[in-house]
């Protein structure tokens, strides 16, 4: 056998996607969110590799995904679930009574944290959320230790029969770093459920002694040697000083120590398990140590479960309270600490151009319909590509996934209260409606609430790049599987007024939201739903099959500026040297959405040569 290491260089996603396969897990659920969304596509792009029967899912949300997962892990089969921090949320239910049942097969949640925030609602922090549930939690300093915690992950998660989480950061995830590869582990388990009704069905009178059971498992989990912190120790110049720190954080911490010539300068340590933190580990700090800063993102739960008078950090505001730990704000608070010479300011970051929705994307036409039609209107919106509608002033609330229709019931009821209503149209993705759109939906039929539903259907999970929808018919392996349409779905849910349409068509979308709105305030009227109809141009074969134009400015422009800033396409641009309005043709896709915007029609298409 070759002795010959296989190291590839690897996002921390793919890291923990092969990691996955190497341990033996055999059901892998997801729900895509950002930072955690590569995960599970490394698991469905390797699994080719795996050495047993894998099964991969997209699942509609977070909490099916767990429950997949946790009732695999019944069977004695190794499972996991990934979701990112918020998707927890919707995980809540199953992972918090899960503490208290247990598993029987590995069972790990990847829980990928956004501090900074980057891309999500919030900078929650899932080791909190494991303090509260009483679930152990890990935080990997790099891609390659999150992939090696992995099988020892699974390993602890039968030892003591709980749920193990992994946590991950932005910075993880997406950092690349060389990575050894294992041989995948042949465990060749055989699915068996042992019912067992007190256990698995537990009734309020079994939960405190499985509670009691529970903090035993813990007590003796916060002991297990192999998760011990870490000392790196100091050359003694500095006693009875010591830095704590986990994550990200400790990575950008030993990096900073050595390029300030620090690194034997004070005791450092690295906590692998933030939940439960080893009472040893506390009692050392206690006894040999004065000064501490704790180094952690983003919630004290390291520095709260010490409760050392002479530690520092974010409760005292040492350490910021708020945001990711750079390297620069890290080496600002290391100064004040050591009493070390503080670092120049660093400028605050330029902001470039905002982002904004791709050229010829559907929702910008939907958007500006809308915006049109209703001037006066208000906008609830939701988690996903078209929460950027903000720009096109047809976005007013965006809260989390599947709230804007609650919300808009809401905003209906509070107004109708006062005797009248304004127009309340929501605007909903396809990917968001089947997550946690529908039971919004019927709530809002029941209550009678009248209020407009926009679905944007554009046929794939966008923003987290691609992923298929259920009414696609395909899974996340590629493969064929049973499409679920949205307009029975609508039916089904009690709505009368249901319309489908091409966002292109804009006098037709403009016409069936007039209708809507005459539907809402009809004796009769109650919900309304148009589907908002055109697939993602991110899709090649949407691309292929639509017809493109060559799009440009003739002399008649005006310079009123209404295509660049209304309609907010990165294709329009204002020449700086005529002050008028261009396309860039480099940027334009040729679908001649804009054209309706221009108010002197200088906006012209033609069939391209």
Known sequence: MSDVKDIQLLMGNEAMGRGLIE????????????????????????????????HVEWSVNEKIAFEVALAASYTGKRAAAIMKQVGLNVAADPFMRTAYLGVKG???????????????????????????????????ASPAEAKEMIPAAFALSEQYEVAVVLRPTTRICHARQNVELGEPVRLERRADFQKDP????????????????????????AREPAWQPRLAPG?????????????????????LLGELGLDKAVDLFQVLM??????????????????????????????????????????????????ELTPDILHQVLADFLALPRPPEVPAERRGRRPSLCPGCPHRVSFAVIKQTFPKGIFPSDIGCYTLGMNLGAVHTVHCMGACISQGAGFYQAYAQDGDFPTVVVTIGDSTFFHAGIP????????????IVMILDNATTAMTGGQPVPHLGRAADGGAAKAVAIEPLVRAGGVDFLEVCDPYDQPR??????????????????????????????????????????????????????????????????????????????????CGTCIPVCPVAAIVKEKRP
């Open 440 to 451: 919004a939906l019927i709530n809002a039929v029941i209550q009678k609430a009248r209020i």
């Open 23 to 54: 341990a033996g897990c055999q059901i892998a659920a997801a729900y895509p969110g950002t930072p955690s969304t590569e995960i599970l596509q490394a698991v469905i792009d390797r699994r080719a590799e795996a050495v047993e029967p894998l």
């Open 235 to 255: 050359d003694g110049s500095r006693p009875r000083t010591a830095l704590v720190a986990s994550g990200i954080v400790h990575g950008h911490l030993v990096d």
């Open 509 to 590: 979308l403009a016409e069936l939201l007039r209708l809507a709105d005459a539907h809402i305030r009809a004796p009769e009227g109650g919900v309304a739903v148009i589907i908002s109809r055109h697939g993602c141009l991110m899709e090649p074969s949407v691309r292929r099959g639509q017809e493109s134009f060559l799009v440009t400015i003739n002399a008649a422009c005006i310079a009123c500026r209404k295509c660049v800033d209304q309609f907010e396409c990165p294709a329009l641009l204002m020449d700086a040297e005529t002050g008028k309005a261009l396309v860039d043709q480099d940027r334009c896709v040729g």
């Open 106 to 140: 590995g069972l790990l949640a990847i829980v990928a944290d956004d501090p900074g925030p980057h891309s999500s609602q919030n900078e929650q922090d899932t080791r909190l959320f494991c303090l509260q549930a009483r679930v152990p939690v890990l935080d990997p």
């Open 274 to 323: 933030p939940y439960p933190l080893s009472p040893d580990f506390i009692a050392t700090l206690h006894r040999d140590y004065d000064h501490i800063l704790v180094l952690e993102e983003t919630y004290p739960v390291i520095e709260l479960q010490l409760a050392h008078p002479g530690a520092v950090g974010k409760q005292g505001g040492a350490v910021p309270r708020e945001g």
């Open 198 to 221: 007190t256990r698995w069905a537990a009734t309020p009178a079994f939960l405190p002694a499985l509670h009691r059971k529970l903090n035993a498992k813990l007590a003796q989990i």
